[in-house]
């Protein structure tokens, strides 16, 4: 059976609306219809003669909404996603007679879609301690199918509307992980301004992870830096309240963005992940190299783990063991799949000088 349910009629129309008020009322006129609720809005689909185009206009007034009719020829399983694609991007239009959009107009699109569409799907990449090329976590990653996940945060920041996105995340990624057997610690990305929410503040979070079947000790959140942070206060306090509810707090990109030593240190969190473009190519660059042993010495400071991030070359992950960086992921090690699965295994020509700890002694939360 597919998502929307089994085709009654190879000759429908799908009609799509925010308004999901507006949706039900058309149902209950429009006979042989019927509703399909969604994260945003609602849909209605329905024989083409009950949902003719001059009927639905006349009801609808000033809302906003796509109509379109099915491809009866495409797969069951295709179809209405391919309709409701097409319902969604027809609402968003300005206006019927041709206005131009506004770029909050086609973020708020964007946005709309991968939620009325629900399209998200899960991968998980390997976090690896480099001494034993060992799994010690996961990180959950959002792959959405009908557009890029820079395009949707991007777009959430934009319109302002980031904490309903981290919500939206948040709850799907965690009945993902509290289906995997055995369940792994892992690490799910938020935005800065999410974790000042009340919805997603420490208490309330500790409550949704354990309703989802999940301890809070196995799950990482990891502070994202594509939103700047004017007061860093707030977010100290968020963070250490994360950390006292059990969970791990962890900052991205060390080194470039947003992610300062000032901020870390305000913060201290207890995994710090330092940014691919430091970590691309710091074989041969000085600067670099200086500066990931700075991370290392400061990380064992505050008393925080330190990851690599996108390590991708063999030269790459042998200078970084050899300047102390503990645990990595990267394409090298193991490319993000719907499964959790083991690192790859990569041989090096350099002897590590990191010491060899049994996987289960490292933790994602200090």
């Known amino acids: 059976m597919s998502f929307f349910g089994r085709s009654r009629n190879r000759d429908e129309r799908l009609l799509w609306s925010r308004d999901e008020r507006f949706v039900g009322q058309l149902a209950q006129v429009l006979h042989g219809t019927r509703v399909l609720p969604l994260h945003v809005g609602a849909c209605l689909i329905g024989p083409l003669e009950a949902m003719g185009e001059a009927r639905i206009s006349q009801l609808a007034g000033e809302i906003r909404y796509g109509l379109v009719r099915v491809d009866g020829t495409a797969a069951e399983t295709d179809r209405y996603l391919l309709a409701m694609t097409e319902a969604v991007q027809q609402s968003g239009i300005a206006d019927r007679v041709g206005m131009?959009?506004?770029?909050?107009?086609?973020?708020?699109?964007?946005?709309?879609?991968?939620?009325?569409?629900?399209?998200?799907?899960?991968?998980?990449?390997p976090i690896v301690q480099l001494a034993t090329l060992e799994a010690v976590g996961y990180e959950a990653l959002c792959r959405?199918?009908?557009?890029?996940?820079?395009?949707?945060?991007?777009?959430?920041?934009?319109?302002?509307?980031?904490?309903?996105?981290?919500?939206?995340?948040?709850?799907?990624?965690?009945?993902?992980?509290?289906?995997?057997?055995?369940?792994?610690?892992?690490?799910i990305n938020v935005l800065p301004a999410s974790l000042l929410?009340?919805?997603?503040?420490?208490?309330?979070?500790?409550?949704?992870?354990?309703?989802?079947?999940?301890?809070?000790?196995?799950?990482?959140?990891e502070v994202t830096e594509q939103q700047a942070i004017d007061d860093v206060k707030p977010l100290k306090s968020a963070a250490k309240a994360l950390r006292k509810e059990g969970f791990g707090f962890a900052v991205d990109d060390a080194g470039a963005g947003h992610a300062s030593f000032t901020m870390i240190a305000a913060l201290r969190p207890t995994v710090i992940k330092i940014d691919r473009e430091i970590v691309f190519g710091i074989h041969r660059d000085d600067a670099k190299q200086a500066l990931v042993e700075a991370f290392v010495s400061f990380s064992r400071r505050?008393?925080?783990?330190?990851?690599?991030?996108?390590?991708?070359?063999?030269?790459?992950?042998?200078?970084?063991?050899?300047?102390?960086?503990?645990?990595g992921q990267g394409y090298l090690l193991g490319?993000?799949?719907?499964?959790?699965?083991?690192?790859?295994?990569?041989?090096?020509?350099?002897?590590p000088r990191l010491p060899r700890i049994h996987p289960r002694d490292v933790t994602l939360i200090g």
């Open 100 to 125: 131009s959009q506004s770029p909050t107009a086609v973020h708020n699109k964007i946005l709309d879609t991968f939620f009325a569409l629900r399209m998200d799907e899960f991968v998980f990449q």
């Open 144 to 187: 959405p199918k009908a557009a890029s996940m820079s395009e949707i945060v991007e777009a959430a920041v934009v319109t302002r509307r980031s904490v309903q996105l981290d919500r939206y995340l948040v709850e799907r990624a965690l009945r993902r992980i509290a289906r995997l057997e055995p369940m792994p610690r892992t690490t």
């Open 197 to 221: 929410d009340p919805a997603l503040e420490a208490a309330a979070l500790a409550r949704q992870v354990r309703d989802a079947g999940v301890p809070p000790a196995a799950i990482t959140f």
């Open 302 to 327: 505050i008393e925080a783990r330190l990851v690599a991030e996108g390590i991708a070359q063999r030269k790459d992950l042998a200078a970084l063991i050899d300047h102390g960086v503990e645990l």
């Open 335 to 351: 490319r993000p799949h719907p499964q959790p699965r083991r690192p790859r295994q990569v041989r090096l020509t350099l002897a």
